[in-house]
C-alpha cells in the first residue's frame, strides 16, 4: 500500500498528439484533464501529473520516476487495445512498467481493455456496435458487493460511457465485479505485477457536459447507426443534456432524459474514482468508517 506522505498520482493520457490537439480545437477537455478535474473535485490536495504515453516521445516529468507516484490512472482513449501500433503497445508496456512497481492503477474504458490485455486477456471489437452516453443498467454481482470499488453503488445502476470494443475474455487472474446487457466486463478486478488494477468499462470521471461534446463530436456516426433521426434532434437532445448539467436540480428534465443521481450526482458518478483514492492512495484505513455508505466530497 501506498505511503500517505506521498500525494502525487500519474494520469496516462490515452490519446496521441493529434487527436488531443484536434479535441481542444473543438472546445473539447482531453480525456486526463476530466479524470484530473474529477479527482481534484473530491481531493483538491493531491498533485497530478500527466504522461501522453501514445506519443513518440512520451516521458515522465523531469526529476521524476514512477516510484515517486501514489497511483497511477489510465484514462479513456479513441485507440484499440488490439492494434499494434507504437501508441497502443508502448501504453501497456507503461502500464506494466507501473504495475511492477506496485502502484495502485485505476482504469476508465481503454484503462480496463490495455489492463486486460497486459494480463493475458482478449479485447474485440463489440458486434452490437458502440455502447454510448449511458451504460444502462450495470448489475453488480457478489465479488462487486464485497469489493470497496462498487461499495457506493446499488444493486443495478446507470453509468457514463462510450466505447466500441469491449472485453471478450478477462485474465484468468481476473475477478469479474459487474455487467450488462452490452457487455459482460463492465468492471474487474485485473492483478498485473506487484498490484491489482481496478478498472470500468464506463466513465466515471465523466459528467453531463463532456456527454453532450461527445454526442456533438460524433454526429455523424450517430445519426447514421440511428441514435437520433437527423441533426435538429441530435442538437435539441445535446442542448437538453448541457441545461441538465447548469441545473442538476431539473427532475423534469431528468426524467426526460433517463437519467437519475448516479449520473447527475457529481460524488455518486464518481463513486469507484473516491474509493479508489481512498482505499489504495491513501489507505484502507480511510474507509473505515464508511459502513456501506458512498464516501463523502472532501
Known amino acids: 500500500m501506498s505511503d500517505v506522505s506521498k500525494q ?58 514512477l516510484s515517486d507516484y501514489a497511483g497511477f490512472v489510465v484514462s479513456g482513449s479513441a485507440l484499440h487495445a488490439y492494434d499494434t501500433d507504437f501508441a497502443v503497445t508502448n501504453q501497456i508496456d507503461i502500464l506494466r512498467q507501473a ?42 454481482n457478489p465479488a462487486g458487493r464485497a469489493h470497496p470499488m462498487l461499495r457506493a453503488r446499488g444493486a443495478a445502476f446507470d453509468a457514463p460511457c462510450i466505447h466500441y470494443d469491449e472485453v471478450t475474455r478477462l485474465p484468468d487472474t481476473a475477478t469479474l465485479l459487474a455487467s450488462n446487457a452490452h457487455s459482460n466486463v463492465q468492471a474487474a478486478i485485473i492483478p498485473l505485477g506487484k498490484t491489482k488494477i481496478w478498472a470500468v468499462q ?48 431539473n427532475f423534469g428534465l431528468a426524467w426526460q432524459l433517463g437519467v437519475d443521481e448516479a449520473i447527475i450526482n457529481d460524488t455518486d458518478r464518481r463513486s469507484e474514482i473516491i474509493a479508489w483514492v481512498a482505499s489504495e492512495v491513501y489507505g484502507r484505513e480511510a474507509m473505515k468508517g464508511l459502513n456501506g455508505q458512498r464516501p463523502s466530497a472532501k
Open 8 to 65: 502525487r498520482i500519474l494520469i496516462m493520457e490515452g490519446n496521441p498528439r493529434e487527436r488531443r490537439e484536434r479535441t481542444l480545437e473543438l472546445g473539447i477537455r482531453t480525456s486526463s484533464a476530466i479524470y484530473a478535474e474529477a479527482i481534484h473535485a473530491h481531493f483538491p490536495e493531491l498533485d497530478i501529473d500527466v504522461i501522453y504515453g501514445a506519443d513518440p516521445d512520451a516521458s515522465l516529468p523531469e526529476n521524476r520516476k
Open 99 to 140: 504495475a511492477n512497481v506496485g502502484l495502485p492503477i485505476l482504469g476508465s474504458c481503454w484503462g480496463l481493455q490495455i489492463a486486460a490485455v497486459a494480463a493475458g486477456g482478449e479485447v474485440s471489437y463489440h458486434p452490437k456496435g458502440r455502447e454510448v452516453g449511458i451504460g444502462r443498467t450495470i448489475i453488480v
Open 202 to 249: 464506463y466513465h466515471p470521471e465523466f459528467d453531463l457536459r463532456h456527454l453532450a461534446d461527445l454526442y456533438a463530436l460524433y454526429a455523424d456516426d450517430m445519426i447514421a447507426q440511428g441514435f437520433f433521426a437527423n441533426k435538429v434532434v441530435l442538437e435539441r437532445y445535446c442542448n437538453d443534456v448541457m441545461t441538465l448539467h447548469k441545473e442538476p436540480d
